[in-house]
Nanobody, 122 residues
Framework: QVQVVESGGGSVQPGGSLRLSCSAT????????????TGWYRQAPGKERELVAS???????EYADSVKGRFTISADNPKATVYLQMNSLKPEDTAVYYC????????????WGQGTQVTVSS
């Protein structure tokens, strides 16, 4: 079982920056084996959850068109932590941001964090 914990959300003015963190641990607080994908998703009120950015175990990244050039996803593998650096934030970036972690052992497993609120407002 993998526990996924997000942090770093908050309120910021348009044009500001935030950095989100997603940490994956086992119940024994160890780095989980077999993590091959970590993605940041977001869901705004009344809208469907959408992919923001993702990174694989081979460091391949993917970004939503709406955040390209503004957001950067990176991984600290020894810490099993993935970061989402968000710059030039816009009001339309306001949403609950969720971390999704996928693990491949004998089977594939998928885990979600509890979400962290990001509010961009003047």
């Amino acid at each position: 079982q993998v526990q996924v914990v997000e942090s770093g959300g908050g309120s910021v003015q348009p044009g500001g920056s935030l950095r989100l963190s997603c940490s994956a641990t086992t119940a024994a607080s160890r780095r989980p084996a077999g993590i091959y994908y970590t993605g940041w998703y977001r869901q705004a009120p009344g809208k469907e959850r959408e992919l923001v950015a993702s990174i694989t175990d081979t460091s391949s990244t993917e970004y939503a068109d709406s955040v390209k050039g503004r957001f950067t996803i990176s991984a600290d593998n020894p810490k099993a932590t993935v970061y989402l650096q968000m710059n030039s934030l816009k009001p339309e970036d306001t949403a609950v941001y969720y971390c999704n972690v996928r693990q491949r052992l004998s089977f594939d497993y998928e885990y979600w964090g509890q979400g962290t609120q990001v509010t961009v407002s003047s």
